[in-house]
């Protein structure tokens, strides 16, 4: 069934770039776990390395689930905004192309959830 607005949207979003204060938004999510039934925002630095994202904030954010631990991190298949994407580690969000309000998602091959069940 089709929406349509009842008059035109005339207001700013609030969750443009500019009312971040240097950060931008990112985000993240983890495929076949749907235990996270949507992906994380985090704003974060532009500057901050991907490898941080991954060792220290991706660990507090996904750690809780029993697949977590059994990563593999050199096998995981990334994707950008539903595409194919091999970050580089060591350079900054802004270095491998993530933009404000971009999303990533992350496969983790051999783990599909608790049993097996994408959960």
Not at 100 to 115: E, N, S, V, Y
Request: net charge negative.
């Amino acid at each position: 069934m089709a929406v349509a607005a009842v008059k035109e949207y005339d207001f700013e979003p609030a969750d443009r770039l500019e009312n971040f204060h240097g950060a931008q938004l990112l985000y993240v999510g983890w495929e076949d776990h749907l235990m996270f039934c949507a992906p994380f925002a985090f704003p974060f630095p532009p500057t901050m390395p991907f490898r941080a994202v991954v060792e220290q904030v991706l660990p507090g954010a996904f750690g809780y689930h029993p697949d977590f631990a059994k990563i593999d991190w050199n096998a995981v298949e990334w994707l950008k905004s539903g595409k194919p994407w091999a970050p580089e580690m060591d350079k900054s969000l802004a270095d491998n192309g993530l933009k404000h309000k971009d999303a990533i998602r992350f496969r983790t091959p051999g783990l599909a959830g608790i049993g097996g069940s994408c959960s």
